[in-house]
């Protein structure tokens, strides 16, 4: 009966706050944005048609949470060593650190409704407390949770009466509550599950959770006045930390499953659930009234997403036993991969990047790599440099053995369209042959359209790797594509993928290999297993 009771009180002082939540969303200034991390963060707006800059986080920085009224952000970085907690102002980019506690970690903010203070989880894995504190530089919290849990993601709810968090404390991972003002916590009645990351409607009469069972996890609406659950979110994968919009009238939440990760939108009252364009890759969402604040996105940059490595075999070529594997790189982003080259010595071509823009017309990046015409058959025509490499490291440590003998590319978008199926994909922009048989060519344009892939077949003209004096072990096989990052992309975390390999010669040195494939990595380079070697 706890539980119940907890509801009624949770719901009778939502109640009491409801017309008080109702004004401040509508007193919220700017337009609507829905803000996600990745490793370079991003904002779109709720149509996917509007990209905007974050200027004031960093690759690497995380747990953002924008202020009711849109005009501070605060989020967890470790742009100092630690993770601490920073508050930026929007309208003038000035940044405070907030914590200073170097010997534990201070993470997931959360801010109460009239943006007076924060409420942050802080300490150590296994033994986290829910505290409170001004959003001021130097700030000295205060604990709202007692020690002997790992209490973490808190936030406040509008009428500034509670904080839900998440716990432990009964054993699972589940809701729990503490007043800002003194008090035990008390556990909220949630579906059956590990539950995660709790967010109010900007209400108060209602919560959004990530409940995961059977190694999935869906979004859930909580009315804790009444107790009831409704499952809002039904795609057969995981989604995870889900934000309300500023009306209270969607939810949108990070979706992963295999390939695909992605910002979803789902009604508040049930419903289709939709992608957001322009998101892929994107993770822990925060939809505000920022965008006010934020400036537009002029240029629509391509997305080079690296596969992981296919069809691996092993073959005598050239009086040696060599590694062979396909290598696809797709285009998962707003605009093209569009590459000029242009003449500049008697045997390369500078290669210089056009991006396109989002009101009309180009813009020109210099020298982000260069073509070489390529003379043995099939090829004939120019590649550019360097496109992809391809390299095998040792697991224990990821040190580099062997390198690839390939890293130009002839771009074209005839061979495949992107397995991330994305929204408004338009026919093949291009499909020549990357002048083809023409040496003395001035000028060529080649590349990948938004929505296709660039994919060569194992031991197709450089497609593999020489394993002579490669002993028995465990190997990563990296793909790596814009390895200098010269090309300008949205983000740049996907543009490696691997696979944990497995090599050994069973009829002794000298003799043909064996390899078996452990684990595919598609989004990292540092792929590792559980699985035995033998």
Same mark, same amino acid.
């Given at each position: 009966m706890r539980h119940r009771r907890t509801a009624v009180a949770l719901g009778a002082a939502a109640a009491a706050a409801g017309a008080r939540a109702a004004a401040a969303v509508v007193a919220q200034s700017g337009g609507e944005v829905i803000i996600g991390m990745a490793d370079v963060p991003g904002a779109v707006s709720p149509d996917g048609a509007i990209r905007f800059e974050v200027p004031f986080m960093q690759p690497g920085d995380g747990d953002l949470a924008v202020s009711r009224d849109g005009t501070r952000a605060a989020f967890t970085s470790l742009r100092d060593g630690n993770p601490e907690i920073y508050v930026a102002e929007l309208a003038s980019g000035t940044l405070v650190r907030v914590t200073t506690s170097d010997a534990v970690e201070d993470r997931r903010p959360a801010w109460s409704a009239d943006g007076t203070m924060l409420a942050w989880d802080m300490g150590v894995p296994g033994a986290r407390r829910i505290v409170a504190g001004p959003p001021a530089a130097g700030s000295t919290p205060a604990p709202l949770t007692p020690e002997g849990a790992e209490d973490m993601e808190?936030?406040?709810?509008?009428?500034?009466?509670?904080?839900?968090?998440?716990?432990?404390?009964?054993?699972?991972?589940?809701?729990?509550?503490?007043? +800002?003002?003194? =008090?035990? #916590?008390?556990?909220?009645?949630?579906?059956?599950?590990?539950?995660? !990351? $709790?967010? /109010?409607?900007? *209400?108060?009469?209602?919560?959004?959770?990530?409940?995961?069972?059977?190694?999935?996890?869906?979004?859930?609406?909580?009315?804790?006045?009444?107790?009831?659950?409704?499952?809002?979110?039904?795609?057969?994968?995981?989604?995870?930390?889900?934000?309300?919009?500023?009306d209270g009238r969607s939810v949108v939440f990070a979706f992963?499953?295999?390939?695909?990760?992605?910002?979803?939108?789902? +009604?508040?009252? =049930?419903? #289709?659930?939709?992608?957001?364009?322009?998101?892929?890759?994107?993770? !822990? $969402?925060? /939809?505000?009234? *920022?965008?006010?604040?934020?400036?537009?996105?002029?240029?629509?940059?391509p997305d080079l997403d690296q596969r992981a490595p296919a069809d691996i075999t092993v073959l005598a070529l050239d009086g040696a036993w060599r590694l062979g594997f396909s290598s696809a790189t797709e285009n998962v982003g707003d605009g093209p991969l569009w590459l000029r080259g242009t003449r500049e010595t008697p045997s390369e071509l500078r290669a210089d990047q056009i991006v396109s823009l989002r009101g009309g017309g180009t813009k020109v990046v210099r020298?982000?790599?260069?073509?070489?015409?390529?003379?043995?058959?099939?090829?004939?025509?120019?590649?550019?440099?360097?496109?992809?490499?391809?390299?095998?490291?040792?697991?224990?440590?990821?040190?580099?053995?062997?390198?690839?003998?390939k890293s130009g590319f002839c771009l074209i978008d005839r061979w495949s369209r992107a397995l991330t199926k994305l929204p408004g994909v338009r026919p093949p922009r291009f499909t020549g042959n990357c002048g083809e048989r023409n040496r003395n060519v001035r000028r060529i344009?080649?590349?990948?359209?938004?929505?296709?892939?660039?994919?060569?077949?194992?031991?197709?003209?450089?497609?593999?790797?020489?394993?002579?004096?490669?002993?028995?072990?465990?190997?990563?096989?990296?793909?790596?594509?814009?390895?200098?990052?010269?090309?300008?992309?949205?983000?740049?975390?996907?543009?490696?993928?691997?696979?944990?390999?497995?090599?050994?010669?069973?009829?002794?040195?000298?003799?043909?290999?064996?390899?078996?494939?452990?684990?595919?990595?598609?989004?990292?380079?540092?792929?590792?297993?559980?699985?035995?070697?033998?």
């Open positions: 808190p936030d406040w709810s509008p009428d500034a009466a509670a904080v839900v968090f998440t716990s432990n404390r009964s054993g699972a991972r589940r809701l729990w509550s503490v007043s +800002p003002f003194g =008090g035990a #916590p008390v556990e909220v009645a949630a579906p059956a599950g590990t539950v995660r !990351a $709790p967010a /109010w409607n900007p *209400a108060g009469t209602a919560l959004a959770v990530a409940v995961a069972r059977g190694g999935r996890s869906a979004v859930w609406r909580i009315t804790p006045a009444t107790g009831r659950a409704v499952r809002l979110s039904r795609a057969d994968g995981v989604a995870s930390a889900p934000e309300w919009s500023p992963s499953r295999g390939l695909d990760r992605s910002l979803r939108i789902v +009604p508040a009252a =049930g419903g #289709p659930e939709r992608l957001l364009p322009g998101t892929v890759g994107y993770a !822990a $969402p925060d /939809w505000s009234s *920022a965008a006010g604040f934020l400036a537009q996105t002029p240029e629509l940059l020298r982000v790599g260069r073509m070489r015409y390529e003379y043995h058959s099939p090829h004939f025509h120019w590649h550019f440099q360097p496109f992809v490499r391809y390299e095998l490291r040792a697991a224990a440590d990821h040190r580099l053995l062997v390198r690839d003998r344009e080649e590349g990948t359209s938004r929505g296709y892939s660039d994919v060569y077949p194992a031991f197709y003209h450089g497609q593999d790797i020489d394993l002579t004096g490669v002993p028995d072990g465990r190997y990563v096989l990296v793909h790596r594509v814009n390895p200098q990052q010269r090309i300008r992309e949205l983000r740049y975390g996907n543009d490696a993928a691997s696979v944990l390999l497995w090599l050994r010669r069973p009829d002794g040195p000298g003799t043909r290999p064996v390899v078996r494939v452990l684990r595919v990595c598609e989004h990292t380079e540092f792929c590792e297993a559980s699985a035995p070697a033998g």
